[in-house]
Nanobody, 116 residues
Framework: QVQLQESGPGLAKPSQTISLTCAVSGGSITTNDYYWTWIRQPPGKGLEWMGVISYNGSTVFSPSLKSRTSISRDTSKNQVTLQLSSVTPEDSAVYYC????????WGQGTQVTVSS
C-alpha cells in the first residue's frame, strides 16, 4: 500500500520561499506511469491544482503559479519536494501530495500559514 506523508514549515512569513516534502513509502516514485501532484486548499475554498512531476522527472505547473513554483524529486530518498517562492497570506492553505495512477493515493495534508 502506497502511503504519502507531507511535511512543511507550518508557519512562514510573506516573501519567503517555502519547501514542502512528500515522503512516499510502499512504492517507488519512479514506477512507470506514476505521477506526483501537489494540490492545495485555502480555508473556505476548493482544491487548487499546483503542479505535477512524473515518474521520469518531467514537470508541469499551473499557469497561475508557474513563475513561483518548482517541483523536484530525490529518488534516493523516494520523495518529492514542492517549493513556492514569494509567498503571501493568500498562499495559506492545506497542501496535499497526491500520487500514483491518477489521484489514487493522498497524503493527509500539511497546513501552511503565511503571516507576518
Amino acid at each position: 500500500q502506497v502511503q504519502l506523508q507531507e511535511s512543511g514549515p507550518g508557519l512562514a512569513k510573506p516573501s519567503q520561499t517555502i519547501s514542502l516534502t512528500c515522503a512516499v513509502s510502499g512504492g517507488s516514485i519512479t514506477t512507470n506511469d506514476y505521477y506526483w501532484t501537489w494540490i492545495r486548499q485555502p480555508p473556505g475554498k476548493g482544491l487548487e491544482w499546483m503542479g505535477v512531476i512524473s515518474y521520469n522527472g518531467s514537470t508541469v505547473f499551473s499557469p497561475s503559479l508557474k513563475s513561483r513554483t518548482s517541483i523536484s524529486r530525490d529518488t534516493s530518498k523516494n520523495q518529492v519536494t514542492l517549493q513556492l517562492s514569494s509567498v503571501t497570506p493568500e498562499d495559506s492553505a492545506v497542501y496535499y501530495c497526491v500520487g500514483g495512477e491518477g489521484w489514487r493515493y493522498w497524503g493527509q495534508g500539511t497546513q501552511v500559514t503565511v503571516s507576518s
